[in-house]
């Protein structure tokens, strides 16, 4: 990698952690390209030159920390070999992302990761399939052992990921629920909606 690529990971890496400081300081209200360049150090040119507009920002830093959350779970979920103890483990590494990053899992459950899901759910499909793939394999193989419900991926991991997102949503949001508690309880609840 060249001097000049290296300066410009460098640069895009400051602007996204300057921009999550924001983000988890004072909101997306507060998430402005003026307080990137203040916090950042970066120019408006440069915020400008690698992202095209705030909106880009964001973009970029939701689909960071997705990469982050999904690395979790993919690595949760394929180093156990038995279906149940792989899809507790999922349910236990979610909750406990979000325990350890809420600003980051704010993000990842805001109306605008929502909307920018919506908009471009096979874009962001394809820039995640390498940590997707590990998931979707590891599910298929043990449908096909029998050892989970035989039911199409996506409604898998609705079932999985349904009740853990709205647990989720509601900490960040309302902070009326024990995230400890979650995880001793969900994670076999769970697994009785899709066992075989």
Excluded: C
């Excluded at 209200?29 to 920002?57: E, I």
């Excluded at 993000?107 to 096979?122: I, K, T, V």
């Excluded at 419900?149 to 024990?178: F, H, N, Y």
């Amino acid at each position: 990698m060249s001097r000049k690529q290296q300066r410009g990971e460098a640069t895009v890496e400051r602007v996204l952690d300057a921009a999550l400081d924001l983000y988890a300081r004072e909101g997306e209200a507060g998430l402005t390209v003026s307080a990137l360049t203040r916090v950042s150090g970066v120019s408006t040119g440069s915020v400008y030159h690698h992202f095209g507009n705030l909106h880009g920002v964001i973009s970029a830093l939701a689909l960071r920390w997705l990469g982050r959350l999904l690395g979790e779970l993919g690595t949760a979920l394929v180093s156990h070999q038995d279906a149940r103890s792989g899809i507790e483990a999922v349910v236990r590494a979610y909750l406990d992302f979000v325990r350890t990053q809420p600003a980051a899992s704010r993000l990842l459950h805001s109306p605008f990761a929502d909307q920018e899901g919506s908009a471009r759910a096979s874009e962001i499909r394809d820039n995640q399939e390498a940590r997707l793939t590990p998931i979707e394999q590891w599910l298929d193989g043990h449908r096909k052992a029998g050892a989970i419900a035989d039911l199409p991926t996506p409604v898998i991991e609705s079932l999985v990921l349904g009740p853990v997102v709205g647990m989720a949503r509601r900490w960040l949001t309302l902070g009326d629920v024990d995230l400890e508690e979650a995880a001793r309880v969900l994670p076999d609840r769970i697994w009785r909606s899709v066992g075989p």
